[in-house]
């Protein structure tokens, strides 16, 4: 599904409330039948986690560990082993074509290739839901029709709904459906 609308329009915030970093002043979300704001604010951390992959515009890795660490930081917050860690943080980074730069710093890589190890990340904790606030928002035409492509396989492959804010009305025209938000509201909603 895709999110499009103006700036300033409220679709980061709506995408920040559906993945519990705001906390709505009115109004419940509900993932899976779990109301996530029912939870006391301690689990809300753990729910976020296991439940909900999260894709930024700027990628938002660690820049000083490698790129095998930050993929696998969601599984070490989850309590996952070292070699569940290893195993799972491989396969994702083979499956987007990046397992060639399990040991390099993020900041050696181009711009598409963090956005991989971004993705790869989000998948860690194989959550119910993914939300990326403009993935190809950095990128190049091609680069971005690359990452979205990506994203597009991983959505088929895992059966898992993604959450896609995008400024491309191309690709929201490539999504199942797409909310038209303006001024903090949603103005319609189109089924491709
Ligand atoms: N926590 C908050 N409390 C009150 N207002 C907020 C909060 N966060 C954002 N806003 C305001 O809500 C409006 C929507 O902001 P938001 O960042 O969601 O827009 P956006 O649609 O993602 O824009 P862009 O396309 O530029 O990223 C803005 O006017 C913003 O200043
Ligand atoms: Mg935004």
Redesign the pocket.
Known sequence: MSIV??????????L?MIGAL?RPTMGKVLISGVDVFAAPDGELSVLRNRLIGFIFQSYNLINRTTVQNNVELPGIILGMSPSEREKRSLKLLELLGIGDKVQFKPTTLSGGQMQRVAIARSLMNNPTLILA??PTGNLDTKTGSEVFALLKMLSNKFRRTIVM?T?NPELALETDRTLY?RD?RLEKEVVH
């Open positions: 609308g103006p700036s300033g329009s409220g679709k980061s915030t709506l920040n705001d606030d403009e804010v400024h938000i903090g």
